[in-house]
């Protein structure tokens, strides 16, 4: 019942996909048939109106539409159901399909590391069906048809969840790839902006190259196994040095798609130009995929890791937590950020993976467990609260056309509902408390701080440092997005589109977004809830669960012993109820009295304007100071002067590009390299039959000789 319900999620966004694409062959034809064939008997008038004309206008067509989601929807309900079912029996389900190669069906495996992985699928799929019916009519009057999007959306999700249920490497790589190229679509959606083919391109390009080395990857263990299947890799007896060429394999072919620096470059250039819907989906669910296989890999295939494995992890998420949210810090295009802000989830994820590859390799496997469920929760709440914030810009970007901080503001006016929403996931990614963002945090403090059981000096000494990095981590983030919903919400509006916003009127947009953050506060009050579940992945992949029973408890989170450390979130919602509860009553204590209101402060200029308030820029300049060398700056300051001698200045023109270090220094060396070897390898191309001729004699000769 289990496995079906895990198949039916995945027909059902099969089905999503394929309706839509019959939903916009339906629509041309009847056009055709009713006007296009009278009206425009020539072949090119009637496809000009073919394109031209509002067929989606109908009636029924917002019905087909709502339909796809509906699937969707389902499609994540069960994927939801399939993901907690497997969790709360704590079994292994396994059974083949008959596709594939003849002598290899395609072999399906549904456990509970799977099984998280398809609940963490499935809410954000259903979130996003909630709030799709709603964006997508913003398309409607477009050159670009819904069939595309509802198609590639559907393949895309199908694509994830076959991912999660494959157990043969040629069955994952079919999966991997159909994710990459139904995505791929999606980033290219609205294709007509060069900037959007670029960066569509760019996604494909390192997608297929981390396609290649996972590849390699599952190459090295098969050359020592028996077959291609999940448990005979397993069972590949590997050396110390193949072990870790496939590790480093595997870390670049997940880490490329999970956005690990520094093969991040795709990631802030893909997410900006796509639906926000498919942001969410790509940000929140298809980096914890990539997640998934990593730990696939490392843990379950390669089984005995190694300290030095874990070490690399280390420090490759304490520079990605780091560098990505002052990368992020830096921005002022929402979904950019947002982008960036991934990169530093997924390297406090790594870091954390790597505290429970080095206690594992050092025989402390209850605090590797705790390491491991630290970095699963933390993925775990990413989903929720980057899905939360990406549907958040779609909404603001939906009823004011603009994504530049800098031209938003004021909207906690306009959009209260929307802010809120907004403001419970920005407190969630900044990990304040009664939120989910805090505890997995935390956790991931409570492995760090285990660090005395460490025999080796050179550990001591650099998971500290990096506990510290992840503390300054955590109060970046905090400031960073203060910036964000200061900027967007408060204070005046700095364009006309802001002055102009209203609150969405579809429901379904912010119904979505409001499940996600009630997940966000509910996990945060009771996180022993899906801890339980990650206890689970932890006994079945390390065969260690958390040491501490009370670990699971409802009222206190106590990971190691009750004396070490624990947390009560409960607890600490009551002391927060009570505290506002007397303040309000301290403040209201006279009913006589009256509130006096007055206007705000201007500093004697005579009245407030937009332009007397903080900039993104203005706002990070301190950070901008200090860590000037993260970033590679061009800031430059123009006057304009004017009168007697040139002494008034008429106008000031300001300037600031901010580059990412990885360009430079990585990509574009080799970009030329590659484009220096193309030229090489166009000298054989003479036009000259005979040297055509000369080659093939000469391959001949070589091969007769290798043969012989």
Known sequence: MILVLAYAAVLLSFASGLLALMMNQRHTLLALREHGFKKYPDSAERYRYMIDSNLRERPYAHLLQQAVFVLLGLSGIFAALAGISVLLSKGVIIDHIGLGLPWLPWQVRFDSLSGFFY?????????????????????????????????????????????????????????????????????????????????????????????????????????????????ALREAPLSTSWASIAFVLALLGFGMKAGLVPVHVWLPEAHPVAPSHISALMSGVMLKVALYGFIRFCFDLLGDVHWQWGVVLLVLGTVCALGGILYAMMQTHLKRLLAYSSVENIGIIFMVLGLSMIFMANGHPHLAALGLLAALFHAFNHALFKNLLFLGAGIIHHQTHELNIDMLGGLIKRMPQTSMLFLIGCMSISSLPLFNGFVSEWLAFQTALQVDVLDNGVLRSLIPVAAAALALTAALAAACFVKVFGLIFLGLPRSRNSEKAHEVKNKGMLAGPALLACLCFLTGIFPGLIIGLINNVSDQLLGETLANDSALGWLWLAPISADQASYSPPLVLIGALLAGGVSFWYLRRNPARTLRSAATWDCGFGGLTARMQYSSSAFAMPFRRIFSNVWIIEERIDKDMQ???????????????????????????????????????????TGNIRVYLSYSFVTLIIMLWVIS
């Open 643 to 685: 009168g007697a001698l040139n002494q008034d200045v008429a106008a000031v023109h300001y300037q600031l590009h901010i580059q990412d270090h990885s360009w430079p220094r990585l990509y574009q060396p080799i970009e030329r390299g590659v484009n220096k070897l193309a030229r090489l390898v166009g000298r054989i191309q």
């Open 119 to 231: 609940l963490i699928v499935g809410i954000a799929v259903l979130a996003v069906s909630l709030y799709g019916p709603g964006y997508v009519r913003a398309y409607e009057k477009s050159r670009h048809p819904f069939a595309v999007l509802g198609l590639f959306t559907g393949l895309f999700v199908a694509g994830m969840l076959l991912v999660l249920l494959a157990d043969d490497a040629f069955f994952f790589m079919i999966a991997w790839e159909l994710m990459s190229v139904a995505s791929y679509f999606l980033v290219a959606f609205q294709h007509e902006n060069p900037a959007n083919r670029r960066a569509a391109f760019l996604y494909l390009l390192m997608a297929e190259v981390g396609a290649l080395a996972i590849i390699l990857g599952f190459g090295v263990l098969a050359s020592f196994a028996d077959g291609f299947t999940f448990a």
